[in-house]
């Protein structure tokens, strides 16, 4: 079975604060993904990578870095915290062009 | 139009009914066509992928895949309670892309 984990489940966090959220899986997939998930928009493409080092971005990137610095490891980072990244964020891993995306438990971040 | 899209419903049927969720998508060279299921406050889970035109069938899921009409559905035989959930539709464009473009889900609530 496909493995995605996330660093935690619900984080806390400041106007302006830089925040880290970290996804790890353990099937050897080369690409991953970060989403962000909110009601009546669905799931939005931030960033995806699909090597090491590698990274593209996806719909809705301003606001947002990510690193992969080791296969196993995609993280996603937020500048500088503002209210309207409240969010869930999902991070997901595939193994190859047009396969299935398999999802981690997802991040619910909220921004004061 | 949107590129992927899906009725949000809720669509309420009775327990032991079939339940028929739908997807249409805006790109007629799309490859790949994939069936998630998501619980209140959980992530997105794989129920099923479907690459050709027909249905497949797993268990009491069955996909139908007709490129002609860029339609996509999502059958549950003898609903049960614990089906009631959003279900995702999720679709991989034509070219060279590890996309996928998520619609927004339907709701299904399976009565008792």
């Known amino acids: 079975d496909v493995k995605v984990t996330q660093s935690s489940r619900y984080l806390v966090k400041r106007t302006g604060e830089k925040v880290f959220l970290e996804c790890v899986q353990d099937m050897d997939h080369e690409n991953m993904f970060w989403y962000r998930q909110d009601p009546g928009l669905g799931l939005r493409l931030i960033y995806f990578s699909y090597d090491v080092k590698m990274k593209e971005k996806g719909d809705i990137p301003e606001g947002y870095s990510v690193s992969r610095e080791k296969k196993e490891r995609f993280s996603l980072i937020l500048e500088s915290a503002s209210t309207n990244q409240t969010s869930m964020y999902l991070c997901?891993?595939?193994?190859?062009?047009?396969?299935?995306?398999?999802f981690g438990p997802g991040t619910r971040l909220l921004v004061l | 139009q949107k590129e992927v899209e899906q009725n949000s419903g809720p669509l309420s049927v009775p327990e032991g009914a079939i339940a028929s969720l739908n997807c249409t998508y805006s790109d007629r060279g799309s490859q790949s066509f994939f069936w998630y299921r998501q619980y209140s406050g959980k992530s997105p889970e794989l129920i099923m992928f479907i690459y050709s035109n027909g249905d497949k069938e797993d268990g009491r899921f069955t996909a139908q895949l007709n490129k002609a009409s860029q339609y996509v559905s999502l059958l549950i035989r003898d609903s049960q309670p614990s089906d009631s959930a959003t279900y995702l539709c999720?679709?991989?464009?034509?070219?060279?892309?590890?996309?996928?473009?998520f619609g927004t889900g339907t709701l299904l609530a399976v009565q008792p």
């Open positions: 999720a679709v991989r464009k034509g070219g060279a892309t590890n996309k996928l473009i």
């Open positions: 997901a891993s595939s193994s190859g062009l047009g396969m299935a995306q398999y």
